[in-house]
T-cell receptor
Framework: GAVVSQHPSRVICKSGTSVKIECRSL??????MFWYRQFPKQSLMLMAT?????????EQGVEKDKFLINHASLTLSTLTVTSAHPEDSSFYIC??????????FGQGTRLTVV | GQQVMQIPQYQHVQEGEDFTTYCNSS?????IQWYKQRPGGHPVFLIQ?????EVKKQKRLTFQFGEAKKNSSLHITATQTTDVGTYFC??????????????FGQGTILTVHP
């Protein structure tokens, strides 16, 4: 199946710094990618839809200035958590789909803000 | 907005026992997908159901889609320790014409005791 690669898998950063997470579709082009957030033992919550060549669409309650999304090419979307705080600590996962079928998820990034 | 409710939240079984998780949507779904997430891992696609009343089997797993396309279930026969993980159902995201935009149920965490 299609492969989505996410990097880094784990990151620890100091409060107030910014962290960039990359999501790549390795063997297909993805005009749209999705960013989810998952707290321990909870479900995946959609944060935003990343659109290649245009602005991302954010879900209600997600701060676009806090979570910057850039989708500059058909194979790469990035999520930057700006001025991170401990409450931003979470598991961030990206996904992409080939069509109206299954979604392929990246490995996820576990962010810890200290 | 669209909500997908999933029960139970936790299920502990002895190896060899059966397991079922249920999913209910507040609206009619065009399709429903099921994913499995191993501890520390990312969601992996299991199946997609599209037709009203559809039943699909994958070895010991049986998936059903309700006649009204508002509910679904996943049944595992004779659980094994390899079945451990969180099982999520997911419907199309609200307003989602973008393939791969998903609204996840809360997930059922399955523990199998050997």
């Amino acid at each position: 199946g299609a492969v989505v690669s996410q990097h880094p898998s784990r990151v620890i950063c100091k409060s107030g710094t910014s962290v960039k997470i990359e999501c790549r579709s390795l063997d297909f082009q993805a005009t749209t990618m999705f960013w989810y957030r998952q707290f321990p033992k909870q479900s995946l919550m959609l944060m935003a839809t990343s659109n290649e060549g245009s602005k991302a669409t954010y879900e209600q309650g997600v701060e676009k200035d806090k979570f910057l999304i850039n989708h500059a090419s058909l194979t790469l979307s990035t999520l930057t958590v700006t001025s991170a705080h401990p409450e931003d600590s979470s598991f961030y996962i990206c996904s992409a789909s080939l069509g109206n079928t299954e979604a392929f998820f990246g490995q996820g990034t576990r962010l810890t803000v200290v | 907005g669209q909500q997908v409710m999933q029960i139970p939240q936790y299920q502990h079984v002895q190896e060899g026992e059966d397991f079922t998780t249920y999913c209910n949507s507040s609206t009619t779904l065009s399709n429903i997908q099921w994913y499995k997430q191993r501890p520390g891992g990312h969601p992996v696609f299991l199946i997609q159901l599209v037709k009203s009343g559809e039943v699909k089997k994958q070895k010991r797993l049986t998936f059903q889609f309700g006649e009204a396309k508002k509910n679904s279930s996943l049944h595992i026969t004779a659980t094994q320790t390899t079945d451990v993980g969180t099982y999520f159902c997911a419907g199309p995201g609200a307003g989602g014409t973008s393939y791969g935009k998903l609204t996840f149920g809360q997930g059922t965490i399955l523990t199998v005791h050997p």
